[in-house]
């Protein structure tokens, strides 16, 4: 339940309160700059990439850049942290829909998407994605299932544009149904 969040439907909550659960990566009830770090952290490591990387670093800095944005719109009582109360009101109240939002979204995505295009072709292969989903602990038929999910128009690579959205519908339009993203790693 939340307060102040009156117009916030049962699935709008089911569906926000999840992806808190998925930025509150240390489960401690609280978004906070840790955690944002600790989910570059994770695709970092996953992605086999040094940690003092140029695309490590750049991945650190858009995650930090969406921190910052979210504090922006949610922490209402600027105490460097969003509580669950918090997150869910501000999407409720169309955080997702701003501009600034969208873009430190789409950077930090685009940075994500960078560390698992290890050939730099803008293009992430199915082969890229599985050994990422792999190294994330799927097993191989459940990462070659994964990765062929996300290639939707079928043309044996995962453009920004796929990945883009796969990772906003699962953040954030999810159904009740959508199972994971990246393997769990999130
Ligand atoms: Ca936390
Ligand atoms: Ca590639
Ligand atoms: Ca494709």
């Known amino acids: 339940m939340t307060s102040g969040g009156a117009h916030v439907s049962d699935n709008a909550a089911f569906r926000y309160g999840r992806t808190f659960d998925l930025f509150d990566a240390n489960h401690n009830g609280v978004i906070e700059a840790d955690d944002l770090a600790a989910l570059a952290s994770g695709v970092v490591l996953a992605g086999k990439i ?56 789409a950077d930090a995505v685009a940075a994500e998407f960078a560390v698992i295009d290890t050939d730099d072709d803008g293009r992430i292969d199915l082969a890229e994605l599985q050994t990422f989903l792999e190294n994330v602990g799927l097993d191989p038929e459940e990462a070659r299932q994964a990765a062929a999910d996300m290639d939707t128009d079928g043309d044996g690579t995962i453009s920004r ?6 990772w906003l519908n699962y953040y954030f339009e999810i159904d009740p149904e959508t199972k994971t993203f990246l393997g769990g790693l999130h």
């Open 50 to 105: 040094p940690a003092e990387s140029v695309k490590s670093q750049a991945l650190h800095a858009a995650y930090q850049r969406f921190w910052d944005v979210v504090t922006h719109y949610a922490d209402i009582d600027s105490d460097g942290g969003v509580t669950r109360e918090e997150f869910i009101d501000a999407l409720a109240g169309g955080m997702s829909a701003g501009p600034l939002f969208t873009e430190s979204i």
């Open 161 to 166: 544009e796929e990945y883009q959205r796969a």
